[in-house]
């Protein structure tokens, strides 16, 4: 068990000030399995009134406009987390049990069409539906197809952008971890696994000293069912532990981007973010 404090800053300056802005925002995590939330906030200037609600996918979001003219929006998301080791090795439906209970529930039929973001290329889906084949069951089938999206990509910045699509990532075998999360989704989705992306946070450094704060990003993983949810993080190759703070859910990145709003009155706006991760204990 250990607590992890994060700071994440983000917004847009204006090269001209902006008349209004209408905003949402999905920065702030919730107690769920593996994590319980000591202390949330979210601090937005300039200073307005907001609306808080939980989404249909289960992510908490702050919604607010700011009607006064502007040159920067900033937000500050502070999160005190403690997180627990998540529970793995559950139940692992049959194949024909998997299509039956996927077909029937809403929550699982949605996480099965591909997306604009996650449809894959022919040569993944071989390769996937040869695991699926191969493997006694959903579960097993599930955790070889991560495995192996993880282990053919390899890390890199720069190479693809916010909007790059899986089908365009996984030919040169080369993204973050926001290409990876698609890939891996849109293979376990050709099989017939339900699966779904996961924003949140992973501390970059496993052997940090408590207080010792370390410069960081937004981190993005997978779940998939195959008779309950599993979680696993195919950019590291590893489980969803301690580092780990689970922040959103949605069909693939465009329902969990953690600032979306629109604007009048800028010619252009320029993003920035900074993220600070503290291990407390």
């Known amino acids: 068990m250990s607590r992890i404090r994060?700071?994440?800053?983000?917004?847009?300056?204006?090269?001209?000030?902006?008349?209004?802005?209408?905003?949402?925002?999905?920065?702030l995590p919730s107690t769920s399995d593996g994590q319980f939330v000591i202390y949330s906030n979210l601090d937005i200037r300039p200073n307005t009134s907001v609306n808080t609600y939980e989404d249909y996918w289960g992510t908490t979001v702050v919604s607010f406009d700011v009607l006064a003219p502007h040159t920067e929006l900033?937000?500050?998301a502070t999160s005190l987390v403690e997180v627990r080791p998540r529970l793995t090795g559950g139940r692992d439906l049959s194949w024909e049990q998997l299509e039956k209970v996927a077909q029937r529930a809403t929550q699982y039929v949605e996480q099965l069409g591909q997306t604009v973001r996650t449809r894959p290329t022919d040569d993944l889906v071989t390769a996937a539906r040869e695991i699926a084949d191969a493997s006694e069951s959903p579960g097993v089938a599930a955790a070889a197809i991560a495995r192996m999206v993880g282990e053919q990509m390899e890390y890199m910045s720069g190479v693809t952008h916010v909007h790059t699509l899986a089908s365009e990532a996984w030919p040169s075998r080369k993204g973050v971890c926001q290409d990876i999360a698609h890939i891996t989704i849109g293979a376990l989705r050709a099989?017939?696994?339900?699966?779904?992306?996961?924003?949140?946070?992973?501390?970059?450094?496993?052997?940090?000293?408590?207080?010792?704060?370390?410069?960081?990003?937004?981190?993005?993983?997978?779940?998939?069912?195959?008779?309950?949810?599993?979680?696993w993080d195919p950019t590291n190759l590893i489980d969803i532990g301690e580092r780990h703070v689970k922040v959103g859910l949605g069909r693939d990145y465009n329902d969990v981007p953690p600032l979306r709003g629109v604007y009048a009155g800028a010619a252009k706006s320029q993003l920035f973010v900074s993220v600070e991760i503290t291990k407390e204990s």
């Open 74 to 76: 900033q937000l500050t």
């Open 6 to 27: 994060i700071r994440h800053t983000t917004g847009y300056r204006y090269e001209q000030p902006a008349v209004a802005s209408y905003n949402e925002s999905r920065m």
């Open 191 to 231: 099989v017939g696994i339900p699966a779904r992306y996961v924003s949140g946070y992973l501390h970059p450094k496993p052997d940090a000293q408590i207080g010792e704060t370390i410069r960081g990003e937004s981190h993005a993983w997978v779940e998939w069912f195959t008779g309950e949810w599993n979680a």
